[in-house]
């Protein structure tokens, strides 16, 4: 974290070029949407963000909904983020860790212990009319198991503690996972999660998938919610006859930032390379 204006303290995207164009980084408490079509690299930006948490040492928890953490970890990996040889607790796992780990994984199989248990904790309650029955990809599946990720990262000063007593980074790759089967509902979720999870102690990556037919629905719910968006796309292939990527700060809250796109490559052994 680097602390240019006093009152702002910046957090480091873990891209040198992202940082200057933000006036140092993303402001503290910051909601970033990171929206783009596939293949764009939103997910590599995402582990630039947890790698310089780890390398800072800020507690990390990463949520990846795409597949399991461990083919995050390869795709690293190949850009010298080397993950592994920091500690990771995999919250699927049963085991609480012995030591605090540096990193909180929580995967599609994450998603499914916390949702069980939160089917079973409601077959207990006696007073509710209806057990409901929660899924992996349920907002509120996701917004326990960050909670969960807070108490074992012990950021917590109680279990009743809502807010992290220091400063945390939070990676959703992606939300829209959570409302595929219903976009109409993007913005009361988003909406939802940022009530339930939005601390100031909280730097989050939010990823939207855009749908390259529908563009915007996707992503909308979060855009309105996040305090910055970065956009990454790609020019049409078919016309160009190669993967020509961009990305843009759409928007920062407090930061005079870059209105301008950068060229946005993704070489072997170090990952995304921002120029002008
Ligand atoms: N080792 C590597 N060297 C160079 N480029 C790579 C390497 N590994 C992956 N890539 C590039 O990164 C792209 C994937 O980027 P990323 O996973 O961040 O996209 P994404 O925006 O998250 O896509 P999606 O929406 O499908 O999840 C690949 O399609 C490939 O072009
Ligand atoms: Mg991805």
């Keep these: 974290m680097s602390r240019q204006n006093p009152d702002i303290v910046r957090v480091s995207t873990g891209i040198r070029e992202l940082d200057s164009a933000l006036e140092g980084g993303i402001p503290k408490g910051s909601w970033v949407a990171i929206t783009g079509e596939p293949g764009t690299g939103k997910s590599i930006l995402c582990m630039h963000y947890a790698w310089a948490g780890v390398l800072g040492g800020d507690p990390v928890v990463y949520v990846t909904t795409e597949a399991e953490f461990r083919d995050v970890l390869k795709q690293a990996k190949m850009f010298g983020m080397d993950f592994e040889s920091y500690r990771l607790h995999d919250i699927s796992r049963g085991e609480l860790p012995v030591e605090t780990p540096d990193v909180v994984v929580i995967d ?75 976009p109409a509902m993007a913005r009361k979720y988003s909406y939802d999660l940022k009530i339930a999870t939005h601390r100031e102690n909280v730097t989050a990556y ?56 950068f060229k946005l490559e993704i070489s072997p052994g170090k990952g995304i390379i921002l120029s002008d």
């Design 108 to 182: 599609l199989f994450g998603l499914l212990k916390i949702a069980r248990q939160m089917t079973e904790q409601a077959q207990l309650d006696t007073e509710a009319l209806k057990k409901k029955r929660y899924a992996a990809l349920d907002i509120q599946t996701l917004i326990a198991a960050i909670h969960e990720a807070y108490r074992i990262l012990g950021v917590l000063r109680d279990d009743k503690a809502k807010s992290p007593y220091r400063h945390v980074r939070l990676i959703i790759d992606s939300l829209s996972a959570f409302w595929a089967d219903k």
């Design 206 to 261: 939010l990823v939207s998938q855009y749908a390259m037919t529908t563009r915007s629905t996707f992503g909308f719910g979060l855009e309105h919610i996040a305090d910055g968006v970065f956009h990454l796309w790609m020019e049409d292939v078919e016309s160009t006859r190669e993967v020509k990527r961009y990305m843009i700060i759409k928007k920062m809250r407090m930061t005079n930032h870059k209105r301008t796109a």
